[in-house]
Nanobody, 120 residues
Framework: QEQPVESGGGSVQAGGSLRLSCVASRSILSSTTMGWYRQAPGKQRELVPTIAGSTIAERTGTKYGDFVNGRFTISKDKAKKTVYLEMSSLRPEDTGLYYC?????????WGQGTQVTVSS
């Protein structure tokens, strides 16, 4: 079954940092887009960042959710088929289940999610 696998979630205090990892189900091609989304209880799933598989496209194609405000950074290691999400200055409102998404053409593959809990 094709599915990315997330890890790295946990509980931190406000102002703390976490690094999430997502191992893709297959090699990250230039045509692949990888992304992180999150969902808080009672809220809709929202974009955190996405990153293009192509190094060239990555320069202009990396998108962050409006709430990020420079606190998060997405990166990828294609040799490890892994995408990272470095999160700093975490706030209680960042609490939620963080999902990794692989987009290959018209197909989307989602991971099971990793929980991030930020306490005040």
């Amino acid at each position: 079954q094709e599915q990315p696998v997330e890890s790295g979630g946990g509980s931190v205090q406000a102002g703390g940092s976490l690094r999430l990892s997502c191992v893709a189900s297959r090699s990250i091609l230039s045509s692949t887009t990888m992304g992180w989304y999150r969902q808080a209880p009672g809220k809709q799933r929202e974009l955190v960042p996405t990153i293009a598989g192509s190094t060239i496209a990555e320069r202009t194609g990396t998108k962050y959710g409006d709430f990020v405000n420079g606190r998060f950074t997405i990166s990828k290691d294609k040799a490890k088929k892994t995408v990272y999400l470095e999160m700093s200055s975490l706030r209680p409102e960042d609490t939620g289940l963080y999902y990794c998404q692989e987009r290959r053409g018209r197909y989307e593959y989602w991971g099971q999610g990793t929980q991030v809990t930020v306490s005040s």
